[in-house]
């Protein structure tokens, strides 16, 4: 089965996250299939970045959110869109 989830990069107490589409048997930062965004949430507000078509794609074969990116999403879709 084929999960979005969050992979962690960036220094001790400073997060970066991508929002990667993986194997859900495979590790949190283990190899993935393909990245489909960014969640940085030490910016104010967190910067969420994504591939809007690749998400649905993903979406659409079946792959489920973890319950984190699921709200990550959330966030976006909240967010007011910039030009």
Request: net charge positive; charged share 25%.
């Amino acid at each position: 089965m084929v999960k979005l989830r969050l992979a962690r990069f960036g220094a001790k107490k400073h997060p970066f996250y991508r929002i990667v589409a993986v194997d859900s048997r495979g590790k949190r930062d283990g190899r993935y299939l393909e990245q489909v965004g960014t969640y940085d949430p030490m910016q104010t507000p967190a910067a969420i970045t994504l591939v809007a078509e690749r998400v649905l794609y993903w979406q659409s074969v079946g792959a489920q959110p973890s319950e984190s990116v699921a709200q990550v999403l959330r966030m976006a879709a909240k967010a007011p869109v910039s030009k």
